[in-house]
């Protein structure tokens, strides 16, 4: 079984509570669109959750879809 990487737990129960808050601090200009859980485990990259969001009005991949869009 695989143990939590520091901070993990943490981080995951303040980005669950506060990402509409939280990610246009760390990235200005970006939008929280939705949260997507889902475990991705790819080596190098390991990721739990992943979050739709729009930087300076446009989607971060080509195939995300705005709500309210069609």
């Known amino acids: 079984m695989n143990t939590p990487h520091p901070y993990d737990i943490s981080m995951k129960s303040l980005l669950k509570e ?31 959750r992943v979050f739709r969001v729009l930087y300076r009005g446009q989607p971060t991949h080509p195939r995300a879809r705005v709500p309210g869009e069609c």
Request: aromatic share 0%.
């Open 18 to 48: 506060d990402a509409a808050e939280i990610i246009p601090r760390l990235l200005p200009g970006a939008t929280l669109l939705e949260a997507l859980d889902v475990e991705v485990v790819r080596t190098p990259m390991r990721a739990d």
